[in-house]
């Protein structure tokens, strides 16, 4: 075997050792699926030594990633941690629950079935999962809460049913447990019309539920937006916070000062070979880059200015006149300070605005 595979060979193996999903695992996770869902369709028939020969190469797969996993985790120590994890069961469900219902004498239509079961490892990839638990464990109090109120209200609504209209409808209304079948269609507003209330008061009763259907749903949906809301702003917070503290005049600030800075600035994204200021222009603004490159076209040079720096602030001290192009090399990032906000953050951070004034004063010698 020549070195060049070899070093493939161990480098696919070191990423299947990973936590996270790799683009073979994607793959066989398509793959298998799409096969299983082919095996179910009569039509496929013809083909279906095909569709198990692809389902057998899923599974293989699996197996050989939940045992590279097992030896890696065994190797640094953390094989019990792995397999009470989450991804340590999703894993050996994946690798293991075909060949048990295989073994178990299962019909092997019936028991590739259970390669459904693969999706759930693409799971923890999905953008925002993370932030769909935190919002669920935030609000798990109101959610709840409105789940008690739905319970309480389908199984009123079912027992007031069920002595309204046990008498004309037997069939349909003769128990509880048969009216809760009502009771959970008509309060999720599904209303599949197989089962009806006839009499008046029932027919009342039929829309109250309805109403507190509408209620009930419109409670979830509004905590779980809230919640969703919140966190995008936590998060906004966050990254805005790590990149005012990488600036060197906001590093030396104490938290609180960081705080404050950090609700006044706004960051703007952009990327390489874009005009950010241009000459004449009215300034109401002044930048600092937290992350990439920007070219400062001056009179008979150009200047880049990196990481840290910040221009625009010439603008926000008596000259509101731009008075260069200034033009981003690469993809930046940059925090945007208002003027307006500007003069509330000079007022609260006297050194601060001595620091600014000082490098704005320098600045201008240097561009004559």
């Known amino acids: 075997m020549s070195k ?59 197996v050989f990633e939940w045992l590279v996993r097992l030896r890696h985790m065994a190797r640094t120590g953390r ?14 469900v994946g690798a ?44 798990s109090g109101p959610l709840l809460s409105v789940l008690v109120i739905f319970l309480m209200v389908v199984f009123l609504a079912s027992v007031a049913e069920y002595f309204l209209e046990r008498d004309v409808q037997p069939q349909t209304f003769g128990s509880v447990p048969a009216a809760l079948w009502w009771a959970v269609v008509t309060l999720t507003t599904t209303g599949y019309g197989d089962v009806v209330p006839v009499t008046p008061l029932g027919r009342i009763v039929a829309a109250l539920v309805m109403i507190s259907g509408l209620g009930v749903f419109g409670l979830w949906t509004g ?4 919640g969703f809301a919140a966190e995008t702003r936590r998060d906004n917070f966050l990254k ?10 906001f590093a030396a600030l104490g938290p609180a000062a ?21 000459k004449g222009a009215q300034g109401d603004c002044m930048y600092f880059i937290a992350a990439g490159e920007v070219e400062v076209d001056l009179p008979g040079k150009k200047v880049q ?64």
């Open 79 to 92: 094989l019990a941690l792995y397999m009470s994890s989450s991804a340590g069961i999703v894993d050996a």
């Open 258 to 278: 960081i705080a404050d800075v950090t609700h006044m600035l706004r960051t703007m994204e952009l990327p390489a070979r874009t005009m950010i200021i241009r």
């Open 240 to 249: 805005t916070w790590e990149s005012v503290s990488k600036v060197p005049f």
């Open 4 to 62: 060049p595979l070899i070093s493939a060979l161990a480098q696919f193996v070191a990423a299947t050792a990973g936590r996270n999903m790799t683009k073979a695992a994607y793959a066989a996770v398509g793959v298998g699926v799409l096969s299983m869902v082919l095996l179910t369709d009569n039509r496929a028939n013809e083909a279906s030594s095909w569709v198990h020969g692809l389902l057998w190469a899923c599974l293989v797969y699996f």
């Open 96 to 139: 293991l629950a075909v060949p048990v219902a295989l073994v178990l004498g299962v019909a092997p239509k019936t028991a590739w079935l259970l390669s459904v079961l693969w999706v759930l490892k693409v799971v923890p990839g999905i953008p925002g999962l993370r932030q769909l638990r935190r919002v669920l464990v935030l609000e």
């Open 305 to 368: 200015l990196g990481e840290g720096a910040f221009f625009g602030e010439m603008a926000l001290l008596g000259n509101n006149m731009r008075g260069a192009n200034v033009s981003t090399t690469k993809v930046s990032r940059l925090l945007v300070l208002d003027l307006v906000d500007f003069r509330v953050l000079m007022a609260r951070h006297p050194d601060l605005a001595e620091t600014i004034d000082a490098e704005a004063k320098r600045r201008a010698l240097e561009n004559k």
């Open 223 to 226: 905590i779980l937006a809230t």
